[in-house]
């Protein structure tokens, strides 16, 4: 995996030795001197990770990582504190700064790369959300980490260590977190999938588990890709720690615990883990915008084009029918006029659920365009479709619909054409025109009918089925 790295140290020679090693595994290396160095070099070409020295002069580690974790652009991006400090209280408040992670002078190269390529992985989940979301500048708005809550998250935990339990009930008393430990009788990642947790605590040292194997399922099924998967073990786990990072883990603390650091580390997860959420499930309702028409709710034309693609490939290939029913409302003009865009478009979403709820749930309904309908029919050929466009006809000439002021009603009717498409067709397009054609004709002799039309021109028997009215068009 490569991706590129920040380097910011005050002395050359720190800088170098890390330049050194990164550069050896094959990662982009770009370098700064001082705070306000480094805070320029992300506002150029920001960086997939940034390895950032506390102490410095005039801007401190601890400042540039709090100022670009409150920068709604650059919150995203890992920041791992390198410092030869290491009391429970530095650490703390590079993580209350926002810092992703903390290593300690002189760097363990094994702890150094195993951090990296996870953070740059969890980097580039969060890099893949925002681009569908924002576009090629990902830019996803003024959301920053440090604006999320990190408060009534459910835990579960796997460790049967009574000093850590102990921790993980003060801590979760504080953040009003819910706390359930592992049962026994069932395997850890089933007990995950009907949780609904926020994240995952495990101890490398539980007997009745294996945390390494609950980092590499959790992290290949579904559910549970991005849950926060935080490891605890002794100094000694420090091989296994390492490698359920490479699985897949988001962090690992080495006891003996420090209850402000879990804290801090807690937060970060969490954080990170409900802005990734959000941004997901902002993406799903764009998608559904983008494909449904605000008035009435029914797929449109956009969704249309993408579907009776796929649609007509399985027709040909599975040589299966498929038909349309096109159809326009009469005298939607005259409505809108005499009532008003209001009591117009009410009648436009009334008959949106009316025709939805009279097709089967294989059919999809479309709003074609201003009061016209379409209606697409796998599996169906042109005489069942005409069977089907007659009782969408009787369906809404038979309605009473009522208008938004609660006090009076309106009726319609509908005008219809009907039209299959060969397996021979090339595309959709020769039968739609025939469906368009036919709907001409109801209109033209009457309205308030259905007439259909298909390639050969050859005149189907109308149904016993069919209403008087019902015309087939030679
Ligand atoms: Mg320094």
């Not at 590129?4 to 170098?16: E, G, P, T, W």
């Not at 102490?55 to 920041?79: A, N, Q, T, W």
């Not at 449109?300 to 029913?325: G, M, P, Q, T």
Request: hydrophobic share 40%; aromatic share 6%; net charge neutral.
């Amino acid at each position: 995996m490569t991706a590129r790295i920040l380097v910011v140290d005050d002395i050359a020679l720190n800088r170098k030795v890390l330049e050194a090693k990164l550069s050896a595994e094959y990662f982009e290396v770009s370098v700064a001197g001082s705070g306000a160095e480094a805070l320029q070099s992300v506002e150029h070409s920001p960086p997939d990770l940034i390895l950032l020295d506390v102490m410095m002069p005039e801007i401190s580690g601890y400042e540039v990582c709090s100022r670009l974790k409150s920068d709604h652009r650059f919150s995203h991006i890992p920041v791992v504190m390198v410092t030869a400090l290491d009391s429970p209280q530095d650490i703390v408040r590079g993580l209350e700064s926002g810092a992703d992670d903390f290593l300690t002078k002189p760097l363990d190269n094994l702890a150094l790369f195993a951090r990296v390529r996870n953070l740059v992985r969890l980097k580039r989940v969060l890099d893949e959300w925002r681009l569908r979301e924002g576009g090629p500048l990902g830019d996803i708005g003024d959301e920053a980490l440090a604006n999320e809550p990190f408060t009534d998250a459910r835990a579960f935990v796997m460790s049967d260590n009574g000093a850590v339990c102990r921790m993980l009930e003060q801590t979760a008393a504080l953040l009003n977190h819910d706390v359930v430990y592992c049962a026994l009788d069932a395997p850890p990642v089933r007990q995950l999938l009907v949780g609904s947790f926020d994240f995952i605590l495990a101890d490398v040292g539980y007997r009745p588990f294996d945390a390494l194997r609950l980092c590499s399922q959790a992290r290949s099924s579904e559910e549970t890709r991005h849950l926060p998967l935080i490891l605890i073990g002794d100094r000694t786990d420090s091989d296994r720690l390492h490698k359920g990072l490479d699985l897949g883990a988001n962090e690992c603390m080495v006891r003996p615990l420090n209850p402000n650091e879990v804290m801090a580390r807690l937060k970060t997860q969490i954080r990170r883990h409900r802005l990734q959420q959000r941004i997901q499930r902002r993406h799903r309702a764009n998608l559904n915008k983008a494909v449904t028409d605000a008035l009435t709710g029914l797929y449109n034309r956009h969704y249309l084009d993408a579907h009776l693609c796929r649609l007509k490939d399985r027709a040909v290939e599975e040589r299966r029918f498929l038909s349309f029913i096109l159809c326009d409302l009469d005298m939607f003009k005259s409505v809108n006029d005499s009532h008003g865009h209001a009591v117009g478009d009410a009648v436009l979403r009334y008959i949106a659920t009316k025709l939805s709820g009279c097709v089967r749930p294989q059919d999809m309904v479309v709003r074609y365009g201003g009061e016209e309908f379409l209606i697409v029919l796998p599996d169906t050929d042109l005489a069942h479709a005409l069977r089907i466009a007659e009782r969408l006809r009787c369906a809404i000439a038979g309605s009473v619909i009522p208008l938004p002021d609660n006090q009076t009603s309106l009726q319609m009717t509908a005008s219809f054409g009907v039209a299959d498409c060969a397996w021979t067709e090339a595309s959709t397009d020769g039968a739609l025109r025939r469906a368009d054609d036919a709907l001409y004709r109801s209109k033209h002799n009457g309205r308030n009918r259905v007439t259909a039309s298909n390639k050969a021109g050859i005149a189907l028997p109308p149904s016993a089925a069919i209403a008087a009215q019902t015309q087939i068009r030679h």
